[in-house]
């Protein structure tokens, strides 16, 4: 987005990766920053919503930052090796209803959206997976990919789809409403009959502190849907994941709100 914003507002985009505390470092020097729209940061449910929720030593919430808009929205797959024994998503789904445990699931991590999801799904439906939490996506994939674990449910991020593609990864169910084109032979969780489950989509945006004035966010915002109809920018965020509609302010804020809500129970356990 960099390029694109400083082309847009005549100033100096600098980047700067801060790593640590499951992103809640980056964060939270994010929401202490002078509130003047001079200092944004890239926003998910991992980085912004999670983190205060399950960790006492975390000091931001939700009150502490304003949302901009939605850069990319990547929804929920379940997915398995393309070698397994489950060639369809009621295949897999009948087999855990019928033998709760039986068959091992990988997520991210025990603290995110997707482990959620898999909660729900025991504790509203009785479909209990043997959960494997990793410390993020690169060991789920290795897990899933070496064998170690049946299935994952993670995001469906480029490196999936590429693979799926492939034909070395195949794609059983998706978290969002309808199957995008890039999941195809997939069916949703809710045509499954597991309709009331949180909300696993993964919503990327950008922030920026609480206090920044409403005319500064109007303007970023404007920047944001701008940016994001470049071609430039889209072919490198993916066109499977730049929205049709653009997502500015107050939806991506009211979307944030929800997902506290949803995950708030679950992240208290």
């Known amino acids: 987005m ?64 304003r949302t901009i808009g939605a850069i990319s929205v990547l929804p929920s797959v379940f997915f398995v ?20 445990g039986s068959v091992s699931l990988a997520t991210p991590g025990a603290t995110t959206a997707l482990h959620f999801g898999q909660q729900a799904l025991a504790e509203q439906y009785g479909v209990t997976f043997k959960a494997v939490p990793f410390g993020g996506h690169p060991p789920m994939m290795a897990a899933i990919l070496g064998g170690n674990t049946e299935v994952a449910f993670d995001a469906a991020t480029p490196d999936i789809v590429k693979q799926i593609e492939a034909g070395d990864l195949r794609a059983l169910a998706t978290g969002s409403e309808e199957v995008p084109p890039y999941l195809e032979g997939a069916s949703t969780l809710a045509e499954l009959g597991y309709t009331d489950l949180p909300d696993t989509t993964t919503y990327f945006g950008l922030g920026a502190p609480a206090g920044v004035p409403d005319d500064v966010i109007a303007t970023l915002e404007q920047t944001l849907e701008t940016c994001l ?30 997902l506290t809500a949803e995950y708030t129970p679950f992240a208290q356990r």
């Open 2 to 65: 960099a390029p694109c914003f400083e082309r847009e507002l005549g100033t100096t985009v600098i980047v700067e990766n801060v790593a640590g505390g499951s992103q809640a470092v980056g964060m939270t020097e994010m929401v202490n920053s002078d509130p003047d729209g001079y200092t944004l940061g890239t926003i998910s449910a991992g980085s912004a919503i999670v983190p205060p929720l399950v960790e006492e030593s975390v000091t931001f919430d939700r009150d502490s930052y």
């Open 81 to 100: 090796r393309d070698d397994s024994r489950f060639d369809s998503a009621e295949a897999l789904f009948s087999a855990v209803e019928a033998e709760p």
């Open 229 to 258: 109809a470049d071609e430039k920018v889209v072919s490198v965020v993916g066109e499977n994941y730049v929205p049709d509609q653009f997502i500015g302010a107050a939806e991506l804020g009211a979307i944030y709100d929800k």
